[in-house]
């Protein structure tokens, strides 16, 4: 079955600084993959997705995340962090294979705050 | 804005009573989804609807009675709740069921259950 684990519920960086938010998943066959974020009392929003074209995706406000395949990650990462950014983050998974109905299985989440 | 509106944002209710979360989408999606966001746990998918038909139901409790009339509208209905129901109930939608789509949610109705 597919999971998807992301390393750290909580993690805290300074503005400006990097922002790396780790997620692996399992599966023997690679899947579709997402990260959204969601804002206090808001839903999610997608920021990016990898579905088998670039292994480095671009997202929106200076994410992007990698694909590796031998890792089976997708960690998301920032070069910058701003107090904007300060939100929950939950790393997704689609299968990709017949049969399935494709539905997202999220990740437990983790929730960046971002310190003057 | 998102395209898929949810009320009410917020909602009380007893274990007696009885309620409705509706949520609508402009996007001309086919599909539709019901999630439930406890605190600490994973997003739960509920029910997936496709062009108005009940795909999935993720061994959902009876108290729990989804509803789709056409393709924009989505209702939960809502009974004999147990505390433990208060969540986020996260509506969303797509264009198609399945493997590459992306999901587009609602703000979400903060239900608690008293």
């Known amino acids: 079955a597919q999971s998807v684990t992301q390393l750290g519920s909580h993690v805290s960086v300074s503005e400006g600084a990097l922002v790396l938010l780790r997620c692996n998943y399992s599966s023997s066959v690679p899947p579709y993959l997402f990260w959204y974020v969601q804002y206090p009392n808001q839903g999610l929003q997608l920021l990016l997705k990898y579905t088998s074209a670039a292994t480095l995706v671009k997202g929106i406000n200076g994410f992007e995340a990698e694909f590796k395949k031998s890792e089976t990650s997708f960690h998301l990462t920032k070069p910058s962090a701003h107090m904007s950014d300060a939100a929950e983050y939950f790393c997704?998974?689609?299968?990709?294979?017949?049969?399935?109905?494709?539905?997202?299985?999220f990740g437990k989440g983790t929730k960046l705050s971002v310190k003057p | 804005e998102t395209g898929v509106t949810q009320t009410p944002r917020h909602l009380v209710m007893g274990m007696t009573n009885k309620k409705s979360l509706k949520c609508e989408q402009h996007?001309?999606?086919?599909?539709m989804y019901w999630y439930k966001q406890s605190a600490k746990k994973p997003l739960e998918l509920m029910f997936v609807?496709?062009?108005?038909?009940?795909?999935e139901n993720n061994s959902v409790p009876s108290r729990f009675s989804p509803e789709c009339p056409n393709s924009s509208h989505l209702f939960l209905h809502l009974h004999t709740l147990q505390p433990e129901d208060s969540a986020l109930y996260l509506c969303?939608?797509?264009?198609?069921?399945?493997?590459?789509?992306?999901?587009?949610f609602g703000q979400g109705t903060r239900l608690t259950v008293v």
């Open positions: 996007l001309g999606h086919n599909a």
């Open positions: 997704a998974v689609s299968p990709n294979y017949g049969g399935s109905q494709g539905n997202l299985i």
């Open positions: 969303a939608s797509s264009h198609n069921v399945g493997f590459s789509t992306e999901a587009f």
């Open positions: 609807y496709s062009l108005e038909e009940r795909v």
